[in-house]
């Protein structure tokens, strides 16, 4: 479920070891400004894969989130996606990114770590043992009957939680696919029409793509509402929840996302979202999405 991830230098690094969609490291550079696949009914597939799991560079952890989680490439552009889920234990260590970390952010919750996105212009905290990923890493997740694995949703700069949460081999193919606990990124609106709409279809979008799917009856919807950050920043914020998947695999779960999308000073629909895995022990508490939502700022001021 978890498709993949795109790192800047073009490494590979899968939930399920399989080509990213856009094609062999080296190849033209897609922009992650793409719209978001609207949510239509769902085709039926032959197997389900493997929740979330690192792809090289970027779909170990939320580079790029698809249905079957692979990932790599670095996105060159606007826009970003991502995700993963559950299972065996495993943690890597913080990755740090000139261009993000040493932009003159600072963290708004002390001992924090500040998350730079220069594409979108977005900035937001994380916990100190989030790892962070570089601004041309993006994660997506791919419906698993598209064998060209087109992004349904992803974001890109991701912070990653336990990118190593649970390890599979869901695909038998002798290569290990990595899962990640949790992550957050933000990316750029291409298609979206409102705020409203973009947080609503972000969230559904992740957790149908990266845990229910060919289910989408399983994933619960909620409404935007309006929302308003610690910096000031007005705009929509959705969730989505699922309940009752059926695990095929030891790093199958549930899954919920948070999305708030605004527009920023230029009058373009940006969003920031949060994906992780739900109703395990690891799970992130919602007490602490929320104070990493309430973070969210304009990179800069």
């Not at 969609?21 to 197997?47: D, R």
């Not at 040493?102 to 043992?129: H, K, L, M, S, Y």
């Not at 929840?241 to 527009?263: H, I, L, R, W, Y």
Request: hydrophobic share 35%.
């Amino acid at each position: 479920m978890w498709p993949g991830q795109q790192h800047p230098e073009g490494g590979q690094h899968p939930h399920h070891p399989q080509p990213g969609p856009y094609g062999p490291p080296g190849g033209p550079q897609q922009s992650w400004n793409m719209p978001t696949q609207p949510a239509g009914p769902a085709v039926p597939v032959p197997e389900r894969r493997g929740t979330a799991t690192v792809v090289a560079v970027v779909a170990a952890a939320v580079v790029v989130v698809a249905a079957a989680v692979t990932g790599y490439l670095v996105l060159g552009g606007d826009g970003d996606e991502s995700a993963r889920p559950p299972a065996s234990t495993g943690s890597s260590a913080p990755v740090t990114d000139g261009a993000r970390t040493d932009a003159g952010e600072q963290p708004t919750v002390p001992g924090w770590r500040t998350v730079t996105n220069p594409r979108t212009g977005i900035a937001f905290d994380v916990p100190p043992e989030w790892g962070l990923r570089p601004a041309s890493w993006s994660t997506y997740v791919a419906d698993d009957s598209d064998p060209e694995e087109i992004p349904l949703v992803g974001f890109s700069a991701p912070a990653m939680l336990e990118e190593k949460w649970c390890v599979s081999d869901a695909d038998l193919d002798g290569s290990p696919d990595e899962t990640w606990l949790a992550a957050a990124g933000s990316r750029a609106e291409g298609g979206a029409r409102t705020p409203q709409e973009a947080a609503r279809d972000n969230a559904s979008l992740w957790v149908y793509g990266g845990y229910t799917q060919p289910d989408r009856a399983k994933v619960t919807k909620g409404e935007a509402e309006p929302y308003t950050t610690a910096s000031g920043i007005t705009g929509s914020v959705a969730t989505a929840s699922s309940m009752g998947v059926e695990p095929e695999g030891k790093c199958d779960t549930d899954g919920k996302a948070t999305a708030f999308a605004f527009k920023n000073p230029k009058g373009d629909i940006v969003s920031w979202t949060f994906v992780g895995a739900k109703g395990v022990r690891e799970e992130v508490p919602d007490t602490t999405v929320h104070k990493v939502l309430s973070t969210v700022r304009l990179a800069g001021g």
